[in-house]
Nanobody, 119 residues
Framework: QVQLVESRGGLVLAGDSLRLSCAAS????????MGWFRQAPGKEREFVAS????????YYGDSVKGRFTISKDNAKNTVSLQMNNLKPEDTAIYSC????????????WGRGTQVTVSS
């Protein structure tokens, strides 16, 4: 099993920056993908960003392009999400996720961490 643990989020002001990290431990499966998702109250879960571990190929959700940056640290087995120019609409629970053996489905999830952006 893979365990994913996110760093603590927080309460920030609009325009501020915040960095989230996710530490992965346990078994991993070849060319896997790590991603960040978020869910705001009353809304469906939304894709934020992903990175393929072997190639480093990155994708972003449209709402965060140009403001958020995903990165990985192979040595520490962590994936980070740098969030700049935060907006109140970025307020959500952010969760780290990793694909399982098929390399496509996000089978592993962290508990999530609250990010609140105040105007």
């Amino acid at each position: 099993q893979v365990q994913l643990v996110e760093s603590r989020g927080g309460l920030v002001l609009a325009g501020d920056s915040l960095r989230l990290s996710c530490a992965a431990s346990g078994r991993t499966f070849g060319d896997y993908i790590m991603g960040w998702f978020r869910q705001a109250p009353g809304k469906e879960r939304e894709f934020v960003a992903s990175i393929r571990w072997s190639s480093g190929i990155i994708y972003y959700g449209d709402s965060v392009k140009g403001r958020f940056t995903i990165s990985k640290d192979n040595a520490k087995n962590t994936v980070s999400l740098q969030m700049n120019n935060l907006k109140p609409e970025d307020t959500a629970i952010y969760s780290c996720a990793g694909t399982g053996p098929d390399g496509h489905n996000f089978d592993y999830w962290g508990r999530g961490t609250q990010v609140t952006v105040s105007s």
